[in-house]
């Protein structure tokens, strides 16, 4: 009776929720006359810039960021070379790289290619292996697999100065095992070697001895094998998705397994009171304007003033039904902090069953948390408690690195804390012939790749100006600032936009004076936004600028 009573207020909450989203449609609808969506932006104090003769690419890396660069650049008729270090092509979703159970965030629909539908028998949030299958699909459709070399790392890259020109070096492994150094010239590089690339491990205490022992020190990225945890005690140690998604998939194999959170964050489920897909609240135009962007406009401004109480309600209602839904009380798990901390840097789905298994003490969670020493077979934890362990698994994040660029290229790109000063993301203020693609994360990544890439292309064609140098440092400046205020200082060195995908894409566009139209932009705040709405801007592009 008592849970059917707290079923039905769920069912109410969602029910308001719905109705909140359709109020706060309206409101975009009529706010578009009284506020207006789109400012044009002010395109004083621009800097022409001479490019000169730019036609052989240097790509690093084949995720997403490389790939839609390889796609748009060939396009274009520009000669592209693609050095990918793995032995496939995908990035986080090439098998060396996936734990069991990796799956999309992203609905299938949400994380396609503008101009390439995932198969439609993919189902709602396709595994690791089906996203890698996609991207290799991608480059068979698409024909620029002779553009990628795999099994090829780029080791170290000069600029020189005089030529303007790049000489990239690498090392290729061959099939007999052996290496084989090559160099070339390029015209310009393109680094897409991804953010969450780099695996960040703590180093402990007494961890040589744990090694000793027998026992295993590893990162969520590194732990490929379900297997490898049957009968054994395992720790996981975070509370971002990749360690709750390892706990989650291990948990009925071990001999025990225990998530160490050093701190609780929210986490929305897939369905939302086990009814709405979560694609219908979160990945539209109307979620990311619940989150204060760095300028307010347009209907922005409108739900971060006189709005407010809608935008309110709205997260009050989402946090009440997620907490409800998930049991976080009764857990012991509510991250006593409001939902809106959710944007910090990450954004986690619910593992399927993830509390459940918790509630069923299939997965032990030791919160607020860490290991202070590592003994053979066991860790002592900041609590006292001493547990048995056989793996420690740490789904601890990533560095932000590219250890490929010289010092010189470094001190041009980052700042004293290793920030990447980039102006949208992608281009450094005072080094040229130098891009990042898919130093945008958040939501929807592989079309902020796609559209970087885009944009990359337009601006090396001449298609827009950037604004002076002085603008652009000012705008970086103010950037870093808001993030740094945002997220408490976990921003991924810059690199990170979660969870404003869509309004970087606007970013990008605007520049570009190549946006969605306002009809597609009302039904991308009612509803999720589809990446193939942006098929039309690599045609427009290709019209722009080949005589075909
Ligand atoms: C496990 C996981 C799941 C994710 N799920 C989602 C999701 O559902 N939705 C979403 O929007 N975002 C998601 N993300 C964010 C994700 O990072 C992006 O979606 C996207 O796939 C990243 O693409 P990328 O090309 O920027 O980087 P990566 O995919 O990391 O690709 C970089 C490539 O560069 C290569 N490389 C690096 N250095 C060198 C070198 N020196 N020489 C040659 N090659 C090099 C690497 O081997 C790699 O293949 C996820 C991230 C992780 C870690
Ligand atoms: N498609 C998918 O299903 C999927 C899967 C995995 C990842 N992703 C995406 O990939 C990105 C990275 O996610 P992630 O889970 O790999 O990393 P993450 O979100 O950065 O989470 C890292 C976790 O490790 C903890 N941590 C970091 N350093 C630690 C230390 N020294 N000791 C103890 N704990 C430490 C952090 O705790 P604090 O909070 O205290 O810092 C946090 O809980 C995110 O954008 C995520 O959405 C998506």
């Known amino acids: ?20 989203n359709v109020l706060g449609s309206y409101c975009v609808f009529f706010g578009k006359f009284t506020y207006g969506l789109i400012n044009v932006s002010n395109q004083s104090d621009r800097e022409v810039t001479t490019l000169g003769d730019i036609s052989k690419l240097c790509i690093i890396g084949a995720g997403f960021a490389g790939l839609t660069a390889t796609r748009v650049f060939k396009a274009l008729n520009y000669e592209v070379t693609l050095y990918e270090k793995d032995s496939e092509v995908g990035g986080v979703w090439a098998a060396s790289r996936r734990y069991p159970g990796l799956t999309t965030q992203n609905t299938r629909s949400t994380y396609e290619l503008s101009d390439f539908p995932m198969p439609s028998d993919y189902p709602e949030w396709p595994s690791g292996a089906q996203v890698q299958a996609y991207m290799h699909s991608y480059v068979i459709n698409y024909n620029f697999s002779d553009q990628v070399h795999l099994n090829t790392e780029v080791t170290n890259t000069i600029y020189r100065p005089e030529s303007q020109t790049w000489e990239v070096s690498t090392a290729t492994k061959m099939a007999d095992g052996s290496i084989k150094n090559d160099i070339q010239d390029f015209d310009y590089l393109i680094v897409g070697n991804g953010i969450f690339s780099i695996p960040s491990v703590p180093h402990y205490l007494g961890q040589e001895a744990f090694a000793s022992a027998g026992g295993r020190l590893c990162h969520t990225s590194e732990f490929n094998n379900r297997e490898d945890a049957k009968g054994k005690h395992v720790l996981v140690i975070g509370y971002g998705k990749s360690s709750c998604d390892v706990a989650n998939a291990i948990a009925p194999l071990t001999a025990s397994t225990r998530v160490i959170a050093r701190n609780l964050i929210w986490k929305i489920p897939k369905m939302i009171a086990n009814k709405l897909n979560y694609k219908h609240l979160f990945l539209s135009r109307m979620s990311e304007a619940l989150f204060r962007y760095i300028r307010l406009r347009g209907m922005d401004k409108f739900f971060h003033t006189i709005g407010n109480p809608i935008r309110k309600s709205m997260l009050n209602t989402v946090e009440y039904i997620i907490e409800k839904q998930l049991g976080l009380r009764r857990l012991g798990l509510h991250p006593n902090k409001p939902l809106e901390t959710i944007a910090r840097s990450t954004v986690s789905l619910v593992s399927d069953g993830f509390y459940e298994a918790i509630d069923r003490g299939d997965i032990l969670m030791h919160k607020h948390t860490e ?21 420690i698994v740490c789904g601890t994040g990533w560095h932000q690195r590219c250890t490929f660029l010289d010092q010189d290229v470094l001190s041009k790109v980052t700042d004293e804390e290793g920030n990447f000063r980039l102006y949208r993301s992608i281009l450094p203020v005072d080094m040229p012939r130098l891009a990042f693609n898919g130093y945008n994360s958040s939501f929807f990544s592989q079309l902020n790749c796609e559209v ?15 604004p002076s140098h002085e603008q652009q440092n000012l705008d970086i400046d103010a950037r870093l600032a808001w993030m740094e205020a945002r997220t408490d200082g976990k921003h991924s060195k810059g690199t990170n936009i979660i969870p404003f995908s869509i309004h970087n894409i606007d970013e990008l566009l605007e520049d570009m004076d190549m946006n969605v139209g306002r009809f597609t932009q009302f039904f991308q705040w009612t509803g999720a936004v589809q990446p193939k709405s942006y098929g039309y801007l690599l045609p427009e592009l290709q019209k722009k600028y080949l005589i075909t």
Not at 5 to 16: D, G, M
Not at 455 to 461: E, F, H, Q, V
């Open 371 to 391: 290991i202070v020493e590592l003994m053979a077979g066991k860790a002592r934890l900041s609590s006292g408690e001493v547990v048995p362990a056989d793996i």
């Open 452 to 466: 970087g890439a885009l944009w990359l292309a337009d601006y090396l064609n001449g298609g827009f100006s950037l």
């Open 1 to 20: 009776m008592q849970n059917m009573h707290a079923h039905c207020k769920i069912c109410i909450s969602a029910l308001r929720l719905k109705l909140l």
